[in-house]
């Protein structure tokens, strides 16, 4: 019978629980940190901003005159861009979901789809408006409006939304389709009536959070040329536009000539937080009430 020494197991034992409690505390204020700048930016935000949020502020077009300046073409440039971005998105990222996991034949076609979709999702937004700038702007001669714009950020998010769409399908119990299969429905009428609504919130929540990146990307509207100067409301897709992300950096930079245009900035970041709060707290929502329980 080996012979076991306590105090060596006992060293060894404090030796691993010291270096727990280290591991702990380094992640413990590595988190600490984060939060810590998070609450100074959002403080700053708040501070500069919180005065400047009135009415008139977001009713106001946009004016060269800081006192009158408001976001309103900003708000509906954003709610028209959305407008193209989520049917185009959902449509296109929900079927080719459908497509890879229930239809495709797995193979080497297969995981080439698979690993491009992925490396697509990581791929910086800047790639995604050259893209836009050469196929929409100039390729179909569209110009720099709502429908360009709109296209260009739903290839941002498409991989996201597949990959999430991948993953509510793939999380759905194999003896539901087997039951559905077993009752004589063909595999569509099984996607449609069981596989679709068992994986629904998943999906949705996947596609408000993609949508939630959408708004706040700047980066491929910029390359595509989309404006932040005194523009008429955008009425349709068709119409030229402005966003909040955009409208916020060219205030940014206008801050070094006159400085109110920070306060405004600052003004219009607390608006955009507003709204991707409620976004996020909408997929929260979602995925707690309607969290699948198989």
Do not use: H
């Not at 106001?60 to 959305?82: C, F, Q, V, Y």
């Not at 185009?88 to 497509?99: D, E, K, P, Q, R």
């Not at 409006?145 to 739903?154: E, F, K, N, P, Y």
């Amino acid at each position: 019978m080996k012979y076991i020494d306590n105090n060596l197991v006992q060293k060894k034992m404090g030796s691993r629980l010291l270096r727990n409690k280290l591991a702990k505390l380094f992640f413990l204020l590595a988190t600490l940190f984060g939060l810590f700048v998070l609450v100074i930016l959002i403080y700053r935000v708040i501070r500069d901003g919180a005065a400047w949020i009135d009415f008139d502020f977001i009713n106001n077009k946009l004016s060269t005159d800081p006192e009158r300046a408001g976001i309103m073409g900003a708000i509906l440039g954003t709610l028209w861009l959305m407008l193209v971005v989520a049917p185009v998105t959902m449509i296109l990222g929900i079927g080719t979901a459908i497509y890879l996991e229930e239809y495709a034949k797995k193979g080497k076609l297969q995981a080439l789809i698979q690993t491009n979709i992925s490396n697509l999702a990581g791929v910086p937004s800047v790639v995604f408006g050259l893209l836009g700038l050469t196929v929409f702007v100039r390729g179909m001669d569209l110009g720099n409006i709502v429908l360009a714009g709109g296209l260009t950020m739903a290839l941002l998010v498409l991989p996201v939304v597949v990959v999430a769409a991948q993953e509510a399908i793939r999380a759905v119990p194999g003896f539901l389709r087997e039951a559905s299969y077993g009752m004589g429905a063909t595999k569509w009428q099984t996607i449609k009536n069981v596989v679709l609504p068992a994986s629904l919130p998943g999906i949705l929540t996947g596609t408000i959070l993609a949508l939630s990146r959408a708004i706040g990307e700047t980066a491929p509207l910029v390359v595509i040329g989309i404006p932040a100067l005194l523009i008429p409301l955008p009425d349709g897709v068709f119409d030229k536009f402005t966003i909040l992300p955009v409208q916020i950096y060219y205030w940014t930079l206008d801050s070094a000539l006159v400085a109110e245009y920070t306060n405004l900035a600052a003004a219009t970041i607390v608006i955009l937080l507003v709204v991707l709060f409620l976004m996020n707290s909408v997929a929260i929502f979602i995925r707690n009430k309607f969290q699948q329980r198989f």
